[in-house]
């Protein structure tokens, strides 16, 4: 079954460092993959999606993301992190009616 | 557009006490979903629905039940609440089946 998985529970990083949230899918073919993000006491914000053809994803909010079949991976990136990124990403894939999420990770904007 | 509304943002409940959450969405999407969200756990899907009178099971649906009469509306029914449904619980929609896009704000339920 396909599935996902985040390696990291806890990333911490400075204002204004670069940013990589890890995504590992597990699927034969290639997959449909998803980005979230979620703030404190908010929804899941859909960032990017991934479906064929060039393999770095623009998003929403200065992110990008990178498929890469070779390392069955799927990571998140940002050049610049602002103190207002500081929430938890979830990586996810569709699976039959349903999608399955990664567990998440959660990001800490050191000042 | 709303978007995808749920009602009430919070609920504290007895062991054995029944509540619905409302889930409403102005988008026309045939597909909702309702997933609990527990921590560490990722987001795990209880009930969906592919469009008015149609309904299944996720991955979690043992405690709860739902209905969708309407394509707006689709309500998760909790008949006796256990201590094991303290969570944080997120409808979902979209037009595209399996590709969730627009998730409402949740409702945190605590069970006592």
């Known amino acids: 079954a396909q599935s996902v998985t985040q390696p990291d529970i806890h990333i911490t990083v400075s204002e204004g460092a670069s940013l990589e949230l890890r995504c590992n899918y597990s699927?034969?073919?290639?997959?449909?993959l998803f980005w979230y993000v979620q703030s404190p006491g908010q929804g899941l914000q859909l960032l990017l999606k991934?479906?064929?053809?060039?393999?770095l994803v623009q998003g929403i909010k200065g992110f990008e993301a990178e498929f890469k079949r070779s390392q069955s991976s799927f990571n998140l990136r940002k050049p610049s992190v602002h103190w207002s990124d500081a929430a938890e990403y979830f990586c996810?894939?569709?699976?039959?009616?349903?999608?399955?999420f990664g567990a998440g990770t959660r990001l800490t904007v050191k000042p | 557009n709303a978007g995808v509304t749920q009602t009430p943002k919070f609920r504290i409940l007895k062991i054995g006490q029944s509540m619905t959450l409302q889930c409403t969405q102005d988008?026309?999407?045939?597909?909702m979903y309702w997933y609990r969200q527990d921590p560490g756990m990722g987001l795990k899907l209880i009930y969906y629905?592919?469009?008015?009178?149609?309904?299944d099971k996720g991955e979690v649906p043992n405690g709860y039940n739902v209905s969708r009469s309407t394509t707006e509306d689709f309500p998760l029914r909790l008949e006796l609440a256990a201590p094991s449904q303290t969570s944080v619980y997120f409808c979902?929609?979209?037009?595209?089946?399996?590709?969730?896009?627009?998730f409402g704000p949740g409702t945190r339920l605590t069970v006592t």
């Open positions: 629905s592919v469009g008015a009178g149609i309904t």
């Open positions: 996810a894939v569709p699976f039959n009616n349903d999608m399955r």
């Open positions: 988008m026309n999407h045939n597909y």
């Open positions: 991934y479906f064929s053809g060039d393999t």
């Open positions: 979902a929609s979209t037009e595209n089946r399996g590709r969730l896009e627009y």
């Open positions: 699927y034969g073919a290639t997959p449909y």
